[in-house]
């Protein structure tokens, strides 16, 4: 803290949350510790009357949240979530498209990710990270899916059941998950297949929707999103000669449908930094006018934190 404090110029800077609250005079404050620490500093800053965004996940224990919570519902105060993926130009492009409904009804998604661990931070050893240690909060359920779970209510509504395995199928030198498979049903009724991991040598990140008319395919690392309408790219030999099919058409059987399979593509927006500072930005709108948080407040935190815990996870890792 003392070197940042040097690097930025900061005309104070504290290294003890307690001694910050008591001298700073500071208003708002933003809890970004390790996941088993995030819980203590936010208490002390509730208490103190602060405004707190949050880093996800909201705590490594269930339970404590839960008490948490009551606690921030009482004190009135500005609580916000960082699930920071609700203010990334890719996946804000990706609700709109999905809101506008243009393939008809959703019935199931898919969505993969991951990237190697010993890569994430090439200047520090790995098994350091809080990502790699059970004891910081670690783990790709905490760490990865705590992104993911909030998007998918996001997406698709609220999360009704659970089930999966989270697993270590790698050597690396951690004692936490390295893999999570786990199918997941919203509310509305759409089966969500979820597939995370810290073993993935080249990085991805992908959605693919699955709708009443075709599919929305996003490939978020190549920055593209795909769409194929079957009102425009399935040909019947009920309406079309064999001869006056288009080029490069697929059938499942000789005289049955014939689709073209290449999809539209389109080039989808990226953020960068940007996702960050518009988060930042929200929350101190919401700390300077007092507005509620209907979306990302505490309850928010609490909810994917209840789908992280779900007892139909299994636990494979032994």
């Known amino acids: 803290m003392r070197d940042l404090g040097k690097e930025v110029s900061a005309s104070k800077y504290f290294t003890d949350y ?14 970004a510790t390790p996941s088993n620490f995030h819980i203590a500093p936010a208490r002390a800053l509730i208490s103190a009357g602060v405004h707190v965004l949050m880093e996800k ?48 009804k959703i019935y199931s998604a898919e969505i993969m ?25 670690g783990g790709v359920l905490l760490t990865n899916l705590s992104h993911i779970f909030d998007v998918v209510a996001w997406l698709f509504g609220d999360i ?15 004692d936490v998950e390295d893999s999570v498979t786990c199918l997941l049903r919203t509310k509305s009724g759409i089966a969500v297949t979820l597939i995370e991991d810290f073993l993935c040598r080249c990085p991805r990140r992908s959605l693919r929707v699955n709708t009443e008319y075709g599919y929305l395919e996003v490939d ?13 790219k ?4 009920l309406d079309l000669s064999e001869s006056n099919f288009p080029d490069n058409t697929f059938k499942i059987i000789e005289d049955g449908v014939a689709y073209n399979l290449s999809p539209e593509v389109s080039e989808l927006k990226y953020s960068g930094n940007d996702a960050y500072l518009a988060e930042l930005e929200y929350f101190m709108q919401k700390v300077a006018f007092g507005l509620p948080l209907s979306d990302l407040g505490i309850d928010a935190g609490i909810e994917v934190l209840k789908a992280l815990n779900s007892p139909k996870l299994q636990d494979w890792t032994h």
Do not use: C
Not at 220 to 232: E, L, M, Q, T
């Open 18 to 31: 307690e001694e910050a609250i008591t001298h700073s005079g500071i208003h708002a404050a933003v809890v």
């Open 57 to 104: 996940p909201l705590s490594n224990e269930l339970s404590e949240a839960v008490l948490f919570g009551e606690e921030v519902r009482q004190s009135g105060l500005v609580f916000m979530m960082a699930h920071t993926y609700r203010f990334r130009s890719e996946w804000l492009e990706i609700k709109k498209i999905l809101n506008s409904q243009p393939l008809g």
């Open 113 to 137: 990710g991951g990237w190697y661990l010993p890569d994430w931070h090439i200047f520090e050893q790995y098994q350091h990270e809080y990502a790699a240690q059970k004891k910081l909060g």
């Open 160 to 174: 009704e059941r659970i089930t999966g395995t989270q697993m270590r199928l790698s050597d690396l030198d951690i």
């Open 220 to 232: 978020f690392n190549r920055k593209i999103y795909s769409i194929w309408d079957a009102r425009n």
């Open 234 to 237: 399935r040909f019947s030999p």
